[in-house]
Nanobody, 125 residues
């Protein structure tokens, strides 16, 4: 499945952004969709995931209580609402999709078969 991530931009510390991840021409209803991010010079890190089977969500500890992953009723788009953003969260944010993932592997990027192109999020101090 081809993914398109959008919604990034420049925001001040403490501000909010909403990222979107859409699949071209199809729904994501059977896919588990996750967001990852990668800052310059750092490894890619898991941010959040929503399971296709039951809509269960999981978050990295660093974003719990501030970020929310969700999907629209048609299951075409997955969103990442990011509140109270911090400068250290400046990164390229990627969405990824996969099927048949088990809970213990949801935060592992290697388990996802499809990736979007990334959207830049810059948080100024």
């Amino acid at each position: 499945v081809q993914l398109q991530a959008s919604g990034g931009g420049l925001v001040q510390a403490g501000g909010s952004l909403r990222l979107s991840c859409a699949a071209a021409g199809r729904t994501l209803s059977t896919y588990t969709v996750a967001w990852f991010r990668q800052a310059p010079g750092k490894e890619r890190e898991f941010v959040a995931v929503i399971r296709g089977s039951n809509g269960a969500t999981y978050y990295a500890d660093s974003v719990k209580g501030r970020f929310t992953i969700s999907r629209d009723n048609a299951k075409i788009t997955v969103f990442l609402q990011m509140n109270s953003l911090k400068p250290e969260e400046t990164a390229v944010y990627y969405c990824a999709a996969g099927r048949g993932l088990i809970v213990s592997s949801l935060s592992s990027g290697t388990q996802y078969s499809s990736w979007g192109q990334g959207t830049q999020v810059t948080v100024s101090s």
